[in-house]
């Protein structure tokens, strides 16, 4: 993915690559912010939560928090 009017937000390292937003040289998220989601009423590990900002690369669309 290039990485074209995209900045690195070293605050969210990511390693999606697959993501639109994955910055792509490196490990981190080009997004300001983040939402992080659990679909279970008491997450214990962190496979029970998931980034909802997250969006396939290969797709158009935007983002809402």
Do not use: W
């Amino acid at each position: 993915m290039h990485t074209q009017n995209k900045k690195a937000n070293m605050s969210i390292e990511c390693t999606v690559n697959q993501c639109r937003y994955h910055y792509g040289r490196k490990d981190y998220c080009s997004l300001d912010r983040i939402r992080v989601v659990t679909h279970e009423s008491n997450p214990q590990m962190e496979q029970c939560t998931d980034c909802e900002s997250f969006k396939p690369a290969n797709t158009t669309g935007s983002t809402s928090f």
